[in-house]
């Protein structure tokens, strides 16, 4: 919050985007059986902090967490979906580093997400 207090600037809200990813990004069997299939992605990015050459990613959860003992569930749960985010971002801006994280507003807890490829 206090990054985006001192950089409104730098802050994009909601933003809509589309990208087209292979379909073995998502499926093992379709890796295993060798398929050259392309999954069109559409979706909206709560949050991206814009640093210039890297951005973060934010994406608000307002799922129960049960006092926070479901996090770690939840956390495995939207890690595709926040990874798509992060590479789209990255493919789209030509960034070389993107951070994503998944705010849990329930638990006031950040899950902070890797994109290492």
């Known amino acids: 919050?206090?990054?985006m207090r001192e950089r409104p600037l730098s802050v994009r809200r909601e933003l809509p985007f589309t990208a087209a990813r292979d379909a073995t990004e998502f499926s093992p069997a379709a890796a295993r059986a060798g398929l050259r299939e392309t999954v069109l992605l559409?979706?909206?990015i709560d949050v991206i902090?814009?640093?210039g050459d890297a951005a973060?990613?934010?994406d608000y959860k307002t799922d129960w967490t049960d006092g926070g003992r479901?996090?770690?569930?939840?956390?495995e749960h939207y890690r595709l979906q926040i990874e798509c985010y992060g590479r789209a971002l990255r493919a789209v801006w030509r960034l070389q580093r993107?951070?994503?994280a998944l705010v849990f507003l329930d638990a006031r807890a950040?899950?902070?997400?890797?994109l290492d490829d």
């Not at 479901?70 to 956390?75: F, G, K």
């Not at 950040?110 to 890797?114: K, L």
Request: hydrophobic residues 45%; proline residues 0%; aromatic residues 4%.
């Open 42 to 44: 559409q979706g909206i």
């Open 110 to 114: 950040i899950e902070w997400i890797s």
């Open 49 to 51: 902090l814009d640093d």
């Open 1 to 3: 919050g206090r990054r």
């Open 98 to 100: 993107v951070q994503a």
């Open 56 to 58: 973060t990613v934010l």
């Open 70 to 75: 479901r996090v770690a569930e939840l956390r």
